[in-house]
C-alpha cells in the first residue's frame, strides 16, 4: 500500500514537472524532491525516466476524456465544454504550459521511439474520443451529415495543438476564439 | 560589397542552422563557421544573435509569400500548392524541420520579447496573404461565401502549425492528408 501510495506521488509529481517544464528540464531529482520520496526510491517503482514519462502520459491521456464521453448535455456541447475547460486552464496558468501530448511530441518524440509511440497512442486515444462525439452529434442533427467523424476529428485535434502553440507563443487568447469561431461554426455546424 | 555579402552568408547560413537545430542550439561560432566567415566578423553585422534571429525570421517569412500571392493559378490552387509545397520539403528532409515561425514560437516565445514580436509579425504577415488569396477565391466562387476570410485564414494557419507539429512527432505524412482533405473539402470549398 506505501509502494503503491509512492509510486502514485511520483507520477503525480512528474506530470506537474514535466508539464510545467518538460521532459529534459524536470530531472528524476526534481520529480522525487517534489514527490516528497527519497531519490533512492525512484528505481524501485521505474527502470527509468522514460519509463515513469509512458506512464504520466497514460495517466494524463485518461484524465481528459471522461468528461467528454459521458454527462447529460449534447455531445456537441460536451466537445466544445471539453476544448474550453483546457484553454480555461491555459489561460489561468498564464499560456505557460499547453498539451502534454503536444510538448511532448515537439520535445522528444525524435529522440525516443517509446515516447513517440506514447505519444501516438495517447492522440489516438483522443481522436477516437472525438470522433465518437461527432458522430453521436451527427445522429442528432447538429453536425453537418457529409463530414467524416473520424477525418474530422484528426483534423480538430491538430487545429487545436496548433492553436495552442500559438496562444502560448502570442500570450494571447485570440487563436483560442479563433478555434472556437470556426470549428464550432463553419466546419462542425452549418453550411456558410 | 564585402560586408554586404558577408552579412547575407551569415544570414542564410544562421536559417539554415535555426531551422535544422533550432535557436538555443544553433551557436554564433557554428553559424559563422556554416557561413565560412571569421567568428570575430560577426558583431560588425550583428549585436547580438537575437537581432540575427529577427533578420532571419523576416527573410523567412517573405521567402514564402511571393508565389501564393501572384501567378496565373486559380487562387484556391495557388493556396494549395503553397502548402504543398511546404509539406513536400518537410517529407523531403525526413520530418525534421517543420515551419521556423512554429519552431521559434514554441522554443524561444517566452524567453524572448524581441524574438516573441517577430514571430508574431511574421504570422500577421502570412495571415494576411493567405487572406487575401481566400477572398479572391470567394470572388470567384470556389470558396463558400459564408466565411470569414481573416477569421479562416488565422484558423487555417494555426490547424498547419499543429498538422506541422503532429507530422513531425509521428514521422508520417498523415496529418498532412487529413489537412488536405478537411481543409480543401469541407472547409473550404463545399457545404458538405
Known sequence: MARRSMRNEIVTAALEQFH????????????????????????NHFDSKETLAVEVLRVYGEGRLDELLGGADEPLVRLRAHFEAIRDQVVRLEFTRGCLLGNFGAEIADHSEVIRDSVAAGF???????SATLAQAQRGGAVRAGLDPEMTARFLLNAWEGTLLRARADRSAEAFDTFFAIAFGPLLADGA
Not at 29 to 36: E, L, N, P, Q, Y
Request: proline share 3%; charged share 15%.
Open 20 to 43: 510545467a517544464h518538460g521532459y529534459n528540464a524536470a530531472g528524476v531529482k526534481t520529480i522525487t524532491d517534489a514527490a516528497g520520496v527519497p531519490k533512492g526510491s525512484f528505481y
Open 124 to 130: 489516438r486515444q483522443w481522436v477516437a474520443a472525438i
